[in-house]
């Protein structure tokens, strides 16, 4: 089983946090949409015809593409992969941008999920990350999902805003709470250098990611959403049961997907590649029928790496089985000494042969994994 991920490099403004690919000239939309769908035909064997379990909008907005954008790109991924039976097709969106005609439209055209980002239901958040909406569109959007019959949504919410107290925090989780969606993404903000945020920082205009403060917030939220009946599949993510992101979980599992757009990275199994993150030139070699990739060739020690990297962000862990078979690396016996001090302070556990994570764990989850490495980097 494989996935596609499409990434749709538009905007109607600049988030001051965010460093992915985008541009908020949206002059060449069409265009863009076409290149999209040539790439598709041109990459049609990367996945070896694997059936195709998920298909992921993402950006970028790309609930800022038309209904017939959308359907075009669909119809285009059905006449040229083969697509497994109920597939997940997620769209990320912004609140603003879903109207009720553009979700009954939505549901006609298949997209079964999806993932919206509110951010914040406080009014002075949305206008500190320069969110395009505010929290009426927030509420209105999610009731109006419900009534055009999503029943598959996850929401998402940023934690670690500067703020002297954690009332915003709790107040944002009462309301998600409230709601109730599915699937719950949250990730502390953090201040990236070529972002609004990384200006203001360099020049003092805001004060640094308060490291002790993001940690109690990721701390409150584990704690009321595990209370909530949510489960904390990774990191990050937390869902009602049976409501994993597929295609995300799919990113975290190693398996197969393909990347479609600019700035999108694809993994065969074997190695990764990744475009060009320049709208113009992406467009133009696609154009002349050649994909603008460059492709990351990777060791058995760069696997090693990347697999407790992204196994250890999950519930699921590292299977020390695998390991062994895949890449003949010991992990209990390569680094020891380091694993039995995260035993002894409760950072991890063995079960059924798999390394995980506690919930302390995942605090340090990143660092924890880089100690892991087999070669530092």
């Known amino acids: 089983m494989a996935g596609i991920y499409l990434h749709v490099p538009f905007c109607k403004q600049a988030c001051y946090y965010c460093d992915f690919h985008f541009s908020t000239n949206q002059r060449y939309v069409k265009e863009m949409t076409e290149a999209l769908c040539a790439e598709l035909k041109l990459q049609k064997d990367y996945l070896h015809h694997e059936p195709v379990k998920t298909i992921y909008f993402g ?21 040229n992969y083969s697509i497994a039976g109920d597939p997940e097709i997620t769209l990320e969106a912004n609140p603003d941008d879903l109207t009720p005609e553009k979700l009954e439209s939505l549901r006609q055209i298949g997209i079964n999920r999806l993932s919206i980002g509110i951010q914040s239901f406080n ?67 953090t201040i990236e250098p070529k972002t609004t945020f990384g200006n203001w920082l360099r020049k003092g205009n805001i004060p640094p990611i308060d490291e002790e403060f993001s940690a109690t917030q990721f701390e409150i939220l584990m704690e009321r959403l595990t209370q909530a009946d949510y489960e904390q599949y990774e990191v990050s993510n937390f869902c009602k049961p049976g409501y994993y992101s597929r295609h995300n979980s799919g990113y975290w599992k190693q398996e197969k997907y393909l990347g479609i757009g600019p700035s999108a990275h694809s993994y065969d199994g074997v190695n990764r590649r990744f475009n060009i993150s320049h709208n113009p030139k992406y467009m133009k070699a696609i154009a002349e029928s050649e994909i603008p990739y460059e492709e990351d060739i990777l060791t058995d020690e760069d696997r090693i790496n990347e697999y407790l990297l992204t196994t250890l962000r999950t519930k699921w862990g590292a299977d020390l089985g695998k390991m062994a078979y895949k890449w003949e690396y010991d992990l209990l016996s390569e680094q020891g000494a380091y694993l039995e001090r995260l035993f002894a302070k409760n950072y991890a556990i063995i079960d059924d042969n798999h390394l995980k994570l506690t919930k302390s764990g995942f605090l340090l989850a990143d660092k924890i994994s880089s100690d892991l490495f087999k070669i530092k980097i």
């Open 123 to 189: 009014q002075d958040v949305l206008k500190y990350l320069n969110r395009a909406h505010d929290r009426g569109q927030a509420l209105r959007c999610f009731e109006n999902a419900r009534k055009a019959g999503f029943n598959n949504i996850s929401i998402d919410l940023i934690y670690a805003i500067p703020a002297d107290s954690h009332d915003n925090w709790h107040q944002d989780l009462d309301q998600a709470l409230e709601l109730q969606p599915e699937h719950i993404s949250s990730y502390s903000l």
């Open 59 to 79: 950006g970028g907005t790309p609930s800022l593409l038309t209904d017939e954008q959308l359907r075009r790109i669909l119809d285009i991924i059905k006449s």
